[in-house]
C-alpha cells in the first residue's frame, strides 16, 4: 500500500471510529448523514468504506428501526467490499447485517441463504466473530417462525442455546429463551413456555444500558403467554404497558405488534372494537416498513382483518 493510500485510510479510519461514538449516543440520523458524506470522499480507503457500509445497514435494521432497500444495498456493498479485502470478520459481521436486512425486507430466501453460509464459515472457526452462530441460528429460527415451520423454528434455538451457553452471554440466553418461549406458544405448549420465560433473569436485563428494550419486550412476551392461558386481564395490563414502553423507545415495529396483541385480547373479549384495532395494527406495520412484521401481523388477524373486506 502507497504512502497516499494509508493516509486515505488513515482518515477514513479515523471518520468511522467518530460514527461509532455516534452510535453509542444513539444520534443514529446524524450517524447516517455522516456516513453517507464519508462515503461520498474520494480519500476514503476501501476497508473504512466496508466498514460504513456495514455500519449503515446496521443503522437502519437496528438503530432506528426502519428498514428499507438502502439498508440492504449497504449489506450487500460491504460484504462485496469485504471479501475483496480478505478481511473475513468484517465480511461475516456484514453477512450478519444483510441476512437481518433481508428478512425484514420480506426477501426470506435470500436471508437464509445468507444465514446458511455464516453457519458453514464459522463451523470452521467460530471466533471469527464472537456470538456469530448464535445469530446466525437465531435468524433461522425466525425465519422458519414467520413461515410456519415451529418444530425446525425450535430446533434452531436449542442450536442457539448450545453455542450461547458455551459463550456464557446472559443477555443472548436470555433474548433466546425469550424467543423459545414465543415458538412454543405458537405449537400450543403454554405451561412450557411460561416455563422457559420463567428461565431470564429479569433484575440482570432490566438494569443495564438496555433496559428500556428489555422491559418492552419481556412485558410483550409476557403478555402473550398470559393470553394463551386465557388471563385476559393480565395480557391487557402488560400489552398496554409494552406499548407505551415501544412508543417511548420509538420502535414502530413492536408499537404495531403490542397493538396486533391488543386487538386478540378485544377478540378474547368480545370487544366490538377488535376488527378496528386489527386495521390499526396494519397500518402501524405497513408504516414500519418491515415487510416480516406485515406478515405476521396479517396472519394473527387474518379473522379480523377479513371484516374490512
Known amino acids: 500500500m502507497s504512502q497516499h493510500s494509508s493516509a486515505r485510510e488513515a482518515h477514513g479510519l479515523d471518520e468511522y471510529q467518530r460514527l461509532l461514538s455516534l452510535l453509542n449516543e444513539r444520534r443514529f ?13 474520494a480519500d476514503a480507503g476501501p476497508l473504512s468504506r466496508a ?12 438503530g432506528l428501526k426502519y428498514a428499507t432497500p438502502e439498508a440492504v444495498l449497504h449489506g450487500e456493498e460491504a460484504v462485496r467490499l469485504a471479501n475483496n479485502l ?16 433481508y428478512h425484514q425486507m420480506g426477501l426470506y430466501d435470500q436471508s437464509r441463504k445468507t444465514y446458511r453460509e455464516i453457519i458453514v464459515h464459522l463451523g470452521a472457526d467460530p471466533t471469527l466473530v464472537p456470538s456469530g452462530l448464535v445469530i446466525a441460528y437465531q435468524g433461522l429460527a425466525q425465519l422458519e417462525t ?25 443477555l443472548l440466553l436470555a433474548d433466546l429463551y425469550r424467543r423459545q418461549a414465543l415458538v412454543l406458544l405458537r405449537l400450543g405448549r403454554h405451561e412450557e413456555a411460561a416455563q422457559v420465560q420463567s428461565q431470564i433473569q429479569e433484575h440482570v436485563v432490566t438494569s443495564g444500558p438496555r433496559s428500556l428494550w428489555w422491559k418492552t419486550h419481556l412485558s410483550f412476551s409476557r403478555a402473550r403467554i398470559e393470553l394463551a392461558c386465557g388471563h385476559w386481564p393480565q395480557a391487557r395490563t402488560l400489552a398496554t404497558n409494552a406499548l407505551a414502553l415501544a412508543r417511548e423507545l420509538g420502535d ?31 397500518t402501524l406495520a405497513i408504516h414500519s416498513g418491515r415487510r416480516d ?16 373486506i
Open 146 to 170: 414467520i413461515q410456519g415451520r415451529h418444530a425446525d423454528a425450535l430446533y434452531c434455538l436449542e442450536q442457539a442455546l448450545e453455542h450461547c451457553r458455551k459463550e456464557e452471554s446472559s
Open 252 to 282: 414502530m415495529p413492536v408499537v404495531a405488534e403490542c397493538t396486533c396483541l391488543l386487538a386478540l385480547i378485544d377478540q378474547a373479549e368480545g370487544r366490538r372494537e377488535a376488527a378496528k384495532r386489527a386495521r390499526k395494527a396494519l
Open 29 to 41: 440520523e446524524e450517524a447516517q448523514v455522516r456516513a453517507r458524506f464519508l462515503l461520498e470522499e
Open 86 to 101: 480478505g478481511e473475513r470478520p468484517l465480511q461475516l459481521q456484514a453477512m450478519c447485517n444483510l441476512a437481518s436486512a
Open 51 to 62: 466498514k460504513t457500509h456495514n455500519l449503515l445497514c446496521w443503522t437502519f435494521i437496528e
Open 293 to 308: 412484521v406485515v406478515d405476521e401481523v396479517q396472519d394473527r388477524l387474518k379473522d379480523l382483518l377479513a371484516y374490512g
